[in-house]
């Protein structure tokens, strides 16, 4: 190992060596004091908290969600590839209609199941990844902790599902047949080893009661599945929820509606800046 700055070299050994296990502390301080004196990275490491799933509020997790889905939803149906992920049928539906609350409109076409595409848009989102489109027809999931693209064509695409269609912003041509591509997009190995997303055992580092023991998509899921049980919508399926009274589904947007506000409004009284000491002593000469 060779440090880019100085070419420092630090020998390693052998990975299936016995003894690696009860020098990796030792290593681990290697790492750093192998430096140089003046070396920068000796001085000012990378914080380890840039490796670690980043902590955000309920609301915040929701909205990121959401938008992530929307991104693939954006696509045309045979852009998206058929995905590979663990998930039992009712947290689906439970995803599928938190997801869809916030975007649902009158012109949006009324499914009375989850098509396959809808599966393949809430796997990508629940694991981090985004639509990108780049160079014309070529669409990408991208990952903004690893960095790491994916090309969506290089997979086996979803049907068009019947009775929801998406309509275009534009016209796009089908990718060329007789591609060789892989059957299904494993939306966890598709990660880098070491993004949080889908890892959390950074070596040498220490528990803290402030980062949960859980990888980046599970912390999701379970703000997710506790925002639809605080907003009524926890396993509702798609055809049970249009069968509802146009009220319940309104209450529920009412609900999302009020929790945005007030994460709004917590963040405008956290922006505003106290008043300083020379503005107090001044105030209190003049009276």
């Given at each position: 190992m060779i440090c880019a700055y100085n070419t420092t070299s630090l020998v390693l050994r052998n990975r299936?060596?016995?003894g690696v296990k009860a020098i990796?502390?030792?290593?681990?301080?290697?790492?750093t004091n192998q430096h140089s004196r003046a070396c920068v990275w000796k001085i000012t490491a990378i914080d380890k908290t840039?490796?670690?799933?980043?902590?955000?509020?309920?609301?915040s997790?929701?909205?990121?969600f959401e938008r992530r889905y929307k991104s693939f939803q954006?696509?045309?149906?045979?852009?998206?590839?058929?995905?590979?992920?663990d998930l039992d049928q009712s947290t689906i539906e439970t995803l599928y209609t938190l997801a869809r609350l916030s975007s649902a409109t009158s012109s949006t076409p009324a499914c009375t199941s989850i098509t396959e595409f809808d599966k393949s848009c809430l796997g990508l989102a629940l694991y981090g990844w985004q639509a990108e489109e780049q160079h014309g027809d070529l669409n990408f999931a991208r990952c903004f902790l690893c960095m790491r693209s994916v090309g969506l064509w290089n997979f086996k695409k979803v049907d068009t599902p019947e009775g929801c269609q998406v309509t275009p912003l534009s016209k796009k041509k089908r990718p060329s047949e007789g591609v060789a591509v892989e059957e299904s997009l494993d939306v966890k190995a598709q990660h880098r080893w070491f993004c949080p997303w889908v890892y959390n055992?950074?070596?040498g580092s220490t528990s803290s009661a402030e980062y949960s023991k859980k990888v980046g998509w599970e912390i999701t899921l379970d703000s997710l599945l506790q925002s639809a049980s605080s907003t009524g919508t926890n396993a509702i399926s798609p055809s049970s929820r249009h069968?509802?009274?146009?009220?319940?589904t309104r209450g529920?947007?009412?609900?999302?509606?009020?929790?945005k506000e007030a994460s709004n409004l917590v963040s405008s009284l956290l922006r505003q800046r106290p008043p300083t000491k020379t503005s107090d002593t001044l105030m209190s000469s003049s009276s």
């Open positions: 299936e060596d016995d990796t502390a030792k290593f681990v301080e290697q790492l840039l490796c670690r799933f980043p902590l955000r509020s309920s609301a997790t929701v909205r990121a954006n696509l045309l149906p045979y852009h998206v590839p058929i995905t590979k992920f055992e950074l070596i069968a509802t009274t146009g009220g319940s529920s947007e009412d609900v999302l509606s009020r929790m």
